[in-house]
């Protein structure tokens, strides 16, 4: 049972006098999240953010990922389990059903809803995803498949970067049409400006630490997308796909 | 007259045989942009993004900012001049008609087509910007006038900070019906994550330089707003309002 | 024998003549350490700070460690090793009787008293121990344990991140009784404070490195937790979960 | 009339009948704060954490500044404001009685109770607060009114930095009787780490960004305390006085 | 007279046997430099490079500046003083006649030869110097004019930046021509790149200061420029137009 | 077939209207680059930059490498991958032909044209390839086989460092007479310095990672060469061995 | 009455009966300093080092650092007051006689004995002070002035940088006899590599703020000198010339 | 035949007419070094600094440094090899005699002479290496055998760290008689501090990466010696134990 409807059942027994107010408070209280011990697991965020509990895998043992997700799963038809590793992807697509895995962007997906929404068609709002190179793609699909399971339509354009600027103008068509458009770069993070001054939609920039020397793990990207001098560009975290992904959403619906 | 009269000025002239496609080409290629010397002034992002040019105040001369600001004037019903100072203020206010200046906020409006946007009146969408203590206000001024000035209507709940959760908590409604929130704080940079997890909208963090010692000049804030566990927050630079009234607005409209 | 045993033995000596005052001198002068070539021993401390020796096993050789805690476990009840790899376990709890490991919090404990302090009972004063994440859970292991070992008493609430409010509002009957608070959180290092903002008792801030990107080895959360707005809370060392279970200890008794 | 009195007549007015329940819930709801526009006065703080809202000065205007210490006067007996420069002073001390300036250590102290804490007599616990140097003074000052203004007894010990080890040791004494030790220090910041290695009270280390070159604005310090290899030792923000003597008397009282 | 004369005449005298080798070997031995105490002044240098001493004037008193170009001055026909104060170019100016001072280019320079380096005329090599922002130009002019004082053809193409790729694109024809470039950028520093992409010559990268915040001082444009995806691109320091300038020479020569 | 004569053949088409304008427009559109899905190859930067894609293999999966050398090869006589592991080699040498990999350099070079060039002959300008030490010899040795494939001679001086100041002294000649000069330097970078004040040809400075501690992975290096005191020296990323190889062949042919 | 005297009156005090052991103790316990409040002045350093009381003067009030002079020029004959401002050597000088100022090296220095060290006659034993530039020289002569202070001859040579090796060079003699070296040299750093490389004598690296940019404030100096490759140099603080002076004389006497 | 022989040799043929003065200076432009290709090696260094090539082997194959040991064996009597690994070792002790290799230290040193230098004897000057715990001490052998391979006397006190001032304080007569000092310390770095403080002897501290979290590979420690407010410190990189007992003997000798 959904947790929407375990609510809404209560509410009733408190219309119809089955339980008293001071009880249904106390069932509240606590209703929110279930205590797993290691894990208070968010059962209200559905309510609050229309979308289920996001799970970030890296730190957690397999075992905590395991009881996690499979609680998670008893009442959620989505759950998004991000930087998962081969090891903890065998053991949940073994325990759980409509569990997939996303070996290059490290996604691990329970879905029971069915497939994750198809590319756009017609006149149909879609997210852009665009990178920089090819070593970019991973950081990009987590974007792409976090935005895709969230319902919104996707389209993608890679290995466009600034080095070879005819690349990225042949997209030109794709890029206009955007509704929202998720760049994503290494090295000297040029991409989103370029993009952002061709567009007047929002533009999500993702810094990732592809490059070496003085890259410094990604800080070259990052801090030339914080200092874009195009308007319209916001950032999210060194390769963070997933935190993209779902503001592009949000942004998108 | 406006530059999109212009290109269709333009295209009649082809249409009617008035001059030949490739002159109308020379034209064409030229007309985006209006070379002033020191500045090439966009006069086709209006067309391309749906706003006229934004002019960065910080680094260049009174005289330059002056000549900027005139000529763009003559083209552009609105021009947002940022990190302007009284003295650049009191420069351009005297030859400027509909110029305004907004000193905390350090901002330089010309707006020809009348009063920015009121707050938001019943159901109407609305940007909420918020802010952790009273000193972030200036950095959420540029932010808030910034987005009304595009068209957005904007409501304001400063120093809401995290330390004191009753105030911010308080503010519940407000927050839960906003359309896209602005969250402005400096020091540990927590308010974007409190409110990330509160709502089901895009969250976008603006980093200020308040704070001393190991704030680093913003950094704190920064990297804690980078690393926020709520999902649906995205970063500009520290101390962008600008960048984040801006994008809000994108997102708003 | 104890060694508050052995200078009170040589004090009773002294007095009744059986040494003389200079040669007393002498053996005050090299009792308080023992010095095994690659290291001095500490036998003077449990005088100074009521505690034992603890030793920092990283960069020791297996072998050191176990010289060092074989010599330390003649004189001392309890003895704290921290950052201790299974490797080292293996190798002192095979030779040491009363050792016990605490695998996730790396602590390897010699307590020859018996079992380390229970839960709190009726109004007993008790430290909290609250985390961020699932993943924060070792370190605040080792500040638990460690405060269980030198005599405290210990709750725990894990996993109630500022992301999800209501998860940390809901312990706050726990929170509010609480005499110290040990908070340990990674990413945005958000937690203490929030918390400090709700308690008048000390806040003991944890930084762990849990994050990646612009998380920078727990930089982020340092800065953070540095630059708190809430009053009433200081900061330990990145997964310096020892450090504050030991000054929560302090602080408590 | 101070807060908890008027919490206090507002639920006797509820038990009495005077004020219905929904309208009680409607005035409690406001009364945590003042809502003065650009401040939300947290009036809650006294019942929450026993101490009235402590004022950062930096970054807002004077007239901020005076507005709100004038309208927290009118409900509390003492008000700490910190950073405050000598113009806010003279603002605000010509406007509000009992208010006392503190130059050297940057405070403004509004106290109607009359004089702060004496130093400690007989066996009175006290919070000792030491410097390495001549110039650390106006940050430890800093932490001993704030802490002697909360109602702790307090002892102080400067200029007895690691590098003239006789200077400190001759306070051995006044060392080993405190109850709790606030210690300021800038340029390599080690004095903590000697003092946590004399005692087995809780030491508050506060780094002081006095020095130059690779010292980086107080880095050296910060860093040096954080890493300190003495148990028993937590640290607070560069050049934070106010945050440690704060946290010392917490932990005193 | 200069010392290549110096130096000719000296072989001569020692061939017609007016000098013994050996006190011939002592005068080369000193000559190279001349001695003023505070300064050695490399009179050797113009044999070397093929330019004369160039003075770095920050750091240096004026008296110190003036001392070092007059006697330079006696030797050389050329002289460039980077980062001179208006305050030292009074004092040079009044002193040394064909002394030319450049406020925003921050140069001095004495030209004996006549005027420096006209535009480029038909087919002559050429450097182009280009900017992102009007608020860059006085660093690319402080490039611009070096080049042209030792004796390049320089075209200048500036306000430039990325986020109008159209005015960048206006500029091919300039840009495809260009022999060397020299590109000046701050903030997020991307011109570089994309410059890079588009020519098969030597790019030369200057980033700037310009910016704020997540600038950190010209830093997110240096590690952008460092990181470029571009062939062909190498960096010089912060601000350092005077050396890209230089090096741009010689590589156009 | 390479591409120049590609497009030579549909320019003779539309000349001999064999294809339409519009239609060979099109085909142009597309011919600059292959879309291969998870890369877009630049077909067209044989004619832009007079060298065919480079191709960095670090972050794509030997796969993908595979896949766009295979389509590369088909199109150009000239590819060079950098940063090859030796399993991406094993790959890539048993597929294409005329494929040689340089196992310190990290390079694979697929040259159909025969072998690269020979060391300078007679008065043949050349490009002398410096480093301070033994551990720098493979980042130098990308820097030389690159400029050697572009068609560059080469010289090598190695082990010069600046703490045997002979051994440079001695290579004096070589250095003199060179006409663009690579130095490639760890630990204190300085080398670029010294080489930089003896020439008046182009230095191009490559720190490496070479060194411990303070060396911060090549910031020291950097840091050093970007404040380098010598004028005529620029600067590319540490490590950067081909960047700097391929800069030196523009500005050497 | 100088310390040293004090206690032989005080031991002899002892011999004769005078006092007891026990008093005797008391008043060796004290004596090691004076107490004057916000100092605690080392009397007994010059007993333990040599040398007297060193007064940083940074962030002291010029009251303060008067009241420490007078109160140590009553017992010693010499004291080091370094980075003095001219305002604190003007209160200094009017007050106590036999102090002089130097203003370029900021330092005020008082010296009853006469005149410091003279330079070195004959085959005197030296210390040589190089810099790399003119700028480096307010540093170079605290250096050279501490020293001589103590009593060491000094020889100096600026102006002798890497950029110009022939300068250097020609300082062979004087650098190949002295007995310690104390290099200074901002920007790269790289002068005491080429010196350690060219002596066997110890030498004692100085870096100074001088630069910009990518300087950081000294910081690429700093960290070339700590990553020298040449033997036998160690390193002090950015612009520390006192302390290489101090530890030059410690080496050299 | 050791190269001094070999130069005076050649200095005899010159003064017997057995070659030409212009013969004898082209032998004598190569003697200084021989040329294998990937290194030079620097046979003059023993005339220059009295003590033969030191390899530094971290970056180089194993072949290359058995080859270079090889071949300075042949003309050397003592050579040091630092950061040896034990793959190294082996290949080495192998080939080459009187070759020993000190794990925990990484060196590996031929000593044709004999027995290294015994601890001091008597009066004998020495130099004391301290470290501040047991992890530091491979960085302290480092220095310890470099100084004894040397020639130096060398005392040695291991594990005195500040957080146990008493076991310092025991060494107080090992410290007071030392020649020089040689302090390794970790965490906080704080021990020469302390060590400067009661000596007037030079110390030479040494910052060991020992830590974890805000140690960032040492930069605490290194941060804390460069900001010492003792005096006769100096500072040499992170972990360079060879650099410490290097620069050490050239001071005791």
Known sequence: MMEKEKIEKLLEDVKAGNISVSAALGNLRNLPYEDIGFAKLDMHRSLRSGFPEVVF?????????????????????????????????????????????????????????????????????????????????????????????????????????????????????????????????????????IVGGLVSRPVIAVPTSIGYGANFGGLSALLAMLNSCATGVTVVNIDNGFGAGYFAHLVNR
């Open 57 to 193: 895998c890296q730190g957690k043992t397999t075992e905590q990922i395991a009881a996690i997700l499979t609680r998670l799963a008893l009442n959620h038809d989505k759950i998004i389990a991000t930087r998962a590793t081969a090891e903890v992807a065998d053991a949940i697509t073994s325990r759980i059903a409509d569990a997939t895995y996303y070996p290059a962007a490290r996604l691990l997906i329970v879905d029971k809803t069915g497939a994750r929404k198809a590319p756009p068609a017609g006149d149909e709002k879609y997210i852009l995803v665009l990178t920089g190179g090819t070593a970019d793609i991973p950081v990009a699909e987590e974007a792409a498949i976090t935005a895709e399971t969230m319902g919104s339509a996707v389209e993608r354009s890679y290995d466009v970067g600034v080095a070879g600027l005819h690349r990225l103008l042949a997209q030109r068509d794709k890029i206009m049409r955007a509704n929202v458009l998720v760049v994503v770069a290494g090295m000297e993070g040029a991409l989103p400006s």
